[in-house]
């Protein structure tokens, strides 16, 4: 199963209006509008000065629920001394 997130706009007459979706499902955002697909990397999310437009703080919301049953960076970068 392909959980995987990706960040997808909406337009707006001022701007853009950027969203988390589904890989599975990327014209319908986490928070349930409906977006088009970007190939803007999620590791962009946020990242205002980069991208001209607002960023869905329910979708922010959202997205960090879907990821807190993963393991955190810090645990799988994780190497024991031998
Ligand atoms: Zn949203």
Same mark, same amino acid.
């Given at each position: +199963?392909?959980?995987?997130? !990706?960040?997808? /706009?909406?337009?707006? /007459?001022? $701007? ?8 599975? @499902?990327?014209? &319908?955002?986490? *928070? $349930?509008?409906? @977006? !088009?697909? &970007? /190939?803007? /990397?999620? +590791?962009?999310?946020? @990242?205002?000065?980069? !991208?001209? $437009?607002?960023?869905?703080?329910? *979708?922010? &919301?959202?997205?960090? %629920?879907? %990821? @807190? ?7 799988? $970068?994780?190497?024991? *001394? !031998?």
């Amino acid at each position: +199963m392909n959980d995987e997130l !990706i960040i997808s /706009q909406r337009s707006l /007459q001022e $701007g853009f209006e950027f969203h988390y979706a589904s890989a599975e @499902v990327p014209t &319908t955002s986490l *928070c $349930g509008t409906t @977006v !088009i697909p &970007t /190939q803007i /990397q999620p +590791m962009f999310w946020g @990242v205002d000065s980069a !991208i001209e $437009g607002r960023w869905c703080e329910r *979708c922010e &919301t959202l997205a960090r %629920k879907r %990821k @807190v049953p993963d393991p955190g960076p810090e645990d799988a $970068g994780y190497a024991p *001394c !031998i």
